[in-house]
């Protein structure tokens, strides 16, 4: 008994579970009604399926974000990437039909990720560097695309994609599932996963396996760049307009958190599609949370910090291990 | 003799989850003596170093130095109280340049800053004076092969220590000079008093340097035994735990008949500043050698076969089909396979379990899409774990849990379940014991009598003339000339190899 619930301590899906579930009772306490769920009109309503509404971006860009921390890579221009595909479909749906718009959106974000993949694998420029580029130059391709204003959008398909819902949910969650689903699949019924853990654990020894580790980090930045683009047509279509500038502000750092909370090491190797979703989760409700306690605007981003400090900390076994040792004394001593 | 104890254990015990890897082990190490641990590979040998050294803890038993109890927490620890060691898997900053490796934790000052310049000067020294080394010890680490890496190793652990030093493999990548250098320093500390552990899985080295010898078998303690006292089939029956017959040892007679086809030919094949052109054949069913000294080039002529290295001349033809830009993946879709020469380099990924670095190999050969059903995955690993004798609780533990003669084995099994037409084999059986030795130079002579071609590479040259049919020399990275069966005798490639001037090791 004690050995199983010891093994489930050690199952990395463990800690960012108990993190999600400590902030959920917090809200229910806090928050009269945060489990409360209302149907008008055959529509869920309520402060969860809001969460689970809103998280969709951050979570697909996470997913994305995984696999390329899997190999022990970082893409930090999933941001700016999400901001230009979301321009140019607004921009081209003032031309031509919505569907042209939308492959232009996914293509423009395969273009973006083979970029990053090039720039990475054949010019082995570190990902930190190489996604810099796009990060800054992105914004202003943006820019230039919505010529500086902000766009607003007028079709009922694309803004279904935001903000349509379907079997009484809002659609971006179906989106987010099938992405989800892709990716498990990916790794579990293909030998994707097998590939990319073992190049971000130890290059040399894949290259003498026979594994092809350029053309492996140029797909996983690719699959990015489309899950960046992906939730770019998202978050335009849930506002009707795309707005070049704040568009995906900060939503990297986001990623990285949830992926890092998730329980995949920056350091490669092992990654868990899972736990991300955890860990997006634990963000935007951490978010939600915050801004309906009615914390000063000011310091949420301090509160936010601090939180995820403790999740990762927590996530440490050398930390719980400290931890214990020094809860077990105070407790003998009083 | 004066045989004053001056290391000893005493009832150590240590687990694993699924593993007892030492029950009850006591040991004991006299000043002034030089002794072995010997036992198959999992036995214990590394765990009981690294549970004395502070890597791990124990679960019950206690260490004395000079009889007073000591119970180092760290690596660090152990060095204050005065043993230093070289572990198995060398534990060196690849990216720091030799003087900072052998100087780390404790850099020559002036002035509060690091000498640079005395810290270089006393590198360099310490190598050549004791080691017989010289290299350039401002390069980075990596840049140098994995035998210097190891030297380096020696180097420091020599320096630090006082009292105690322990040795585990550190022969498996060093060639018989630099083996004889390292038992000129070993003996000299010896005779200055101190007491050194040292670890190996070749008999002729024991014999040659060891006083003592301690026996382990699945963690438990068999006997020391005095080394002079002790036969060589003695030793092996009892690390083993049954008769260690002749015939298991004996020579393998080549009975094969020989095959015409040719398999893979070489015309010209090179590159500048690895190896310079050679032509080779290889027919079908055939065993090549490589013999040479390290640095000669063997291992770097392996490389560029398989495509790790881009040949810039030549021409490669297999199978009647000629091939241009050869890569590792091209190669194993050929039918090649590489069991590469430094398995915690080229080898092994840790974050995976044995089993799926058992099919990596198998899987890259199927690719990307054409996932390897997680039965059939099973039943691979099982079946090669079985093959090879590989030791574990479990398939699914992850690799770098496993003893290093057994995760040798596993990069075996992962070229062999490829089903590959060309078998290279770059040191195979580097850190694998004695019973399995044998036991894969079986396995190697059957998959050539089934029409596997082979290219062998091994420092012994008494496995290679008893495997191979054929056997290329090189010096220099230059080929130098080529044997067969009927001209080749382990002293006639000695003397191709040694003629003309030595070859530098930089
Ligand atoms: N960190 C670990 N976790 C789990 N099991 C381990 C660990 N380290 C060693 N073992 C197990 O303990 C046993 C003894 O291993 P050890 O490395 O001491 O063998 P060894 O005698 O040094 O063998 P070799 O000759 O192959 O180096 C093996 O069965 C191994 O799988
Ligand atoms: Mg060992």
Known sequence: MKHNFYKITQMKIFWPLVALAVLLLLNLFLLPGFFSIQIKDGHLFGSVIDILNRVMPLLIISLGMTMVIAKEGIDISVGSVLAISGALAAAMMEHTSVWVALLAAVGVGIICGLWNGVLVSVFEIQPMVATLILLTVGRGIAQLITGGQILSIDNSVYQYLGSGFLLGLPFPIFIGAAIFLIMMYLKKRTAMGLFLESIGNNMTASKFAGIQPKKMIILVYTICGVCAAIAGIIVSANVSSADANNAGLWIELDAILAVVIGGTSMRGGRYFLGGTIVGAFFIQTLSTTIYSVGINPQIVMVVKAIVVILVCLFQSQEFRKLFLKFTKKKVSFS | ?506
Request: with cysteine; net charge neutral.
């Open chain 2, 1 to 506: 003799m004066s045989s004053a104890i001056l290391l000893r254990a005493e009832g150590i015990s240590k687990s694993f989850p699924g593993v007892k890897a030492l029950s009850n082990v006591n040991f004991s190490l006299r000043r002034g003596e030089i002794h072995s641990l010997m036992g198959e590979n999992g036995a214990g040998k590394s765990t009981l170093i690294k549970v004395l050294t502070g890597v791990h803890e124990k679960d019950e038993g206690s260490f004395y130095l000079e009889g007073k109890p000591i119970s180092p927490v760290s690596p660090q620890d152990a060095q204050r109280l005065g043993i230093s060691t070289v572990y198995q898997e060398i534990n060196l900053c690849e990216n720091l340049s030799v003087a900072e490796n052998i100087f780390i934790g404790r850099e020559p000052k002036k002035r509060g800053r690091i000498d640079w310049k005395e810290m270089n000067c006393r590198a360099e020294r310490i190598l050549s004076e004791r080691l017989k080394i010289n290299i350039d010890v401002t390069k980075i680490l990596s840049s140098y092969s994995t035998a210097i890496q190891q030297m380096v190793a020696i180097a420091r652990a020599v320096d630090i220590s006082s009292g105690v030093l322990i040795l585990d493999e550190p022969t498996s990548s060093l060639d018989k000079n630099e083996v004889k250098q390292l038992f000129e320093v070993m003996t000299k500390l010896k005779s200055e008093g101190m007491g050194i552990v040292f670890i190996s899985h070749f008999l002729d080295q024991i014999y040659e340097i060891t006083d003592r010898i301690t026996i382990l078998r699945n963690g438990e303690q068999i006997g020391e035994y005095v080394t002079k006292e002790i036969s060589r089939s003695q030793l092996v029956s009892k690390m083993i735990g049954r008769e260690w017959g002749k015939d298991s040892n004996q020579e393998n007679k080549n009975t094969r008949k020989e095959v015409q086809q040719v398999f893979v030919s070489a015309q010209n094949l090179g590159r500048r500043g690895m190896i310079s052109p050679l032509d080779f054949t290889l027919r079908k069913g055939e065993i090549l050698g490589l013999a040479g000294l390290l640095g000669s080039g063997r291992t770097e002529f392996a490389k560029v076969l398989f495509g790790i290295e881009k040949a810039d001349q030549g021409v490669l033809t297999i199978d009647h089909q000629q091939i241009r830009n050869m890569t590792p993946k091209a190669a194993i879709d050929k039918g090649f396979s590489f069991c590469p020469e430094d398995r915690k380099v080229e080898g092994i990924v840790n974050d995976l379990s044995i089993r799926e670095n058992i099919i990596l190999g198998l899987q890259t050969k199927r690719g990307l899409f054409k996932y390897i059903p997680m039965n059939e995955q099973r039943e691979i690993a099982q079946k090669y774990i079985e093959l090879l004798n590989i030791k574990t609780p479990n398939m699914e533990e992850r690799i770098d849990n496993l003893s290093g003669g057994n995760q040798q084995k596993v990069i075996l099994a992962r070229w062999l379940a490829t089903a590959p037409k060309l078998l290279i084999l770059d040191e195979p059986t580097r850190g694998i014991d004695v019973g399995s030795k044998a036991e894969i130079r079986k396995l190697i002579l059957d998959l050539a009598s089934q029409g596997i071609s082979i290219l062998f590479i091994s420092a012994e040259l008494e496995e290679m003339v008893a495997c191979c049919d054929r056997v290329i020399v090189l010096r220099d990275r230059k080929k130098i000339g080529e044997l067969d069966r009927t001209e080749m005798s382990e002293s006639r490639i000695m003397d191709m190899i040694a003629e003309g001037v030595p070859v530098d090791e930089t």
